[in-house]
């Protein structure tokens, strides 16, 4: 387990922890979030920061329309490898690694492989999610909403 030992300020997606803020308190388990040095090995986590740059940039627009915020889990062998939240609830909007801050409003666990169809248009989400290839909790229908700002983003 990690306890916060300094407080600096709100840290961004792209930002990790830098060393020395964490001291170990003991083993709570394997943790959802690889070390930043093994990030680069998921095949979507480019997808996911070239995401978040264009919620920085039109944010507050998708705030206006879809008011939600989503946490997205990204599995392997059925074990949590990444985790993201969407927020496009809150201020400008925002998208960063790890679980949410606040109570997300829907939550999709899928595997990595299917989250690559899925985002780059290879794949139904709709037909994907009745085929059982991912699982959503929370406020199902608010997956359409998040689908658009993917649809918006693979315009680009």
Known sequence: MWKRIDHPP????????QAGQ?????SAGESAVPHPLEL???QSFPVFEDISRHIKEVGAQLVKKVNAIFQLDITKDGKTILQWTVDLKNGPGDMYLGSARLPADTIFTIPEPIFMELVLGKMNPQKAFLAGKFKVSGRVLLGQKLERVFKDWAKL
């Open 10 to 17: 709100k840290i961004k997606a792209g930002n990790g922890p």
């Open 22 to 26: 964490f001291k170990t308190l003991g």
């Open 40 to 42: 680069s090995e998921f």
